[in-house]
């Protein structure tokens, strides 16, 4: 993925596959997200990554920070939060799938 644009646009596609789903387009620390029917988040979209809150002992957690480019993700420059993971545009086909997993994840 080359662009914002191109991000958006796949974010855009992926949260239109959800919200049939019980996810509810939100926003959180000023980022796109969806949330679940408890009103919680559990994925958005952060300067062209998908953020995903996959909780920090799943193996969906550790394979997403195995992917080139990913790191954990830190909102306010210092403070990361564990549980979540953002992934780059690189990584976009595989967006969908931690999208899913972070929906179906326990919080």
Known sequence: ??????ATAR???IADELVPRGARRS?????????DVNGKAFAGLH???LVCRLGRDSAEHAEALATKG???FDPADGWPMKDWVCLPGSA???WQRY???ALAAPR
């Open 1 to 6: 993925m080359t662009s914002n644009e191109d």
């Open 11 to 13: 974010y855009e596609a």
């Open 27 to 35: 926003q959180m620390f000023g980022m796109p997200c969806l949330k």
């Open 47 to 49: 300067r062209g990554e």
């Open 70 to 72: 990913a790191h954990l």
């Open 92 to 94: 976009a086909g595989e």
């Open 99 to 101: 999208a899913e997993a």
